[in-house]
């Protein structure tokens, strides 16, 4: 009884240690976003489709995002976003640091287009920001990185977490580094 009680505890103790949401990415910076990317566009999601993938084993999710405005790169005026994760029968697959999409968002998104005609957000959450008013009217660029979700450096440091900026401010800034990386502005 005492070697029983001595492992549950043990597992207990791992299992409260190790947060059920805990997910590790490399940190990206904006500049590093935007030279990784084929676009940064706005827009309006319009869709959010789940569905099981062609080996039935994975629960993906496509969102079609209406872009409002290309702010770098090239894009079409709608794109296809495919992530992991999602609800399909009953099942559901949350995937921690992965994007995220509600039908009638306002996004800010750096996208990176796939073989197959699809798109992801580039730097998984870190590529993804909300767009909304804050009190005094202005839009903001709010980023949906989840708490529980650590970011490193390739040293293994943390690494700073994305932070809130104005709309504006943060399109000159991609806009700054689109330049620095070769990506046509608009």
Known sequence: MKRFLGLSLCALALAV???ASASTFIGLTT??????SDAIVQGEVLQVHSFWSKSGRIIVTEAIVRVTETVAGKSPSAVVLRTFGGTVEGYTV????FPKFEKGQELLLFVSN???GTAEVNGYRQGQYRI?????GVLMAVPTVEEGVR???RGGQAAARPQALRLDTFKSQIQAGARRAGLSVN
């Open 132 to 136: 909304v008013r804050d009190k005094g």
């Open 94 to 97: 949350e995937a921690h640091g």
């Open 31 to 36: 500049d590093e976003l935007v030279a990784t």
């Open 151 to 153: 970011l490193v450096t």
């Open 114 to 116: 796939q073989k197959d």
């Open 17 to 19: 240690a190790v947060p």
